[in-house]
């Protein structure tokens, strides 16, 4: 059975909003064969909109989902459906990784009814080269921009490092870097 750590951030978490997002999650128990599995899960307000933000980590991947409604038990109803989405989506996927036979996190002892939107379909369609020049983050806002890109790769200048820089939900930027 999975454990829950419900927050609000400007909201306060009502013992209704508890069990409505406790019971709406625990439909993905089934997918889980560990009873260690801690969902984290960030309900919050943003001008008339609610957000629910759950984060799922496991050993070997993290589940991660955020959804926007006016109706705060519409926005739990579609994050439910998202990860649950997400894990069947990615099942094929994850049982031919096999992460050499330590992958166990997930029960895949499940039917699942294939649709048209498979991921047996899905193929890498396009690939590029990048000729990584060096660039401070400033210069990459600006290449990613001039793309109309949601993301950028880049080589910064400061430390040699690949970074990539990319357009968050709420308009601002993030950056990955790496070691």
């Known amino acids: 059975m999975m454990k829950y750590n419900i927050r609000g951030d400007k909201l306060e978490v009502t013992d209704a909003i508890n069990n409505y997002v406790e019971s709406k999650l625990d439909r993905l128990n089934k997918y889980f064969k560990e009873d260690d599995i801690l969902a984290n899960v960030l309900l919050r307000v943003r001008g008339n909109s609610q957000i629910i933000e759950v ?3 496991t050993d070997k991947f993290i589940l991660r989902s955020e959804e926007e409604d006016k ?18 989506k990615n099942k094929t996927r994850l049982n031919k990784q096999n992460f ?10 499940f039917e699942i009814e ?3 939107d498979s991921s ?14 060096p660039m401070d983050e400033e210069e990459a806002i600006l290449e990613m921009n001039l793309l ?8 910064d200048m400061h430390t040699n490092n690949i970074n990539v820089l990319y357009r968050r939900k709420d308009g601002n930027y993030g950056l990955i870097e790496t070691k």
């Open 148 to 155: 109309g890109h949601e993301f950028f790769v880049y080589k």
């Open 71 to 88: 109706d705060l038990y519409a926005a739990i109803d579609l994050v439910t459906d998202k990860l649950e989405r997400q894990i069947r």
């Open 114 to 116: 294939e649709t048209e």
């Open 55 to 57: 984060t799922i980590p």
């Open 120 to 133: 047996e379909n899905e193929v890498i369609v396009k690939r590029k080269k990048l000729e990584m020049k």
């Open 100 to 109: 050499d036979n330590k992958f166990k996190e997930l029960n895949f002892d």
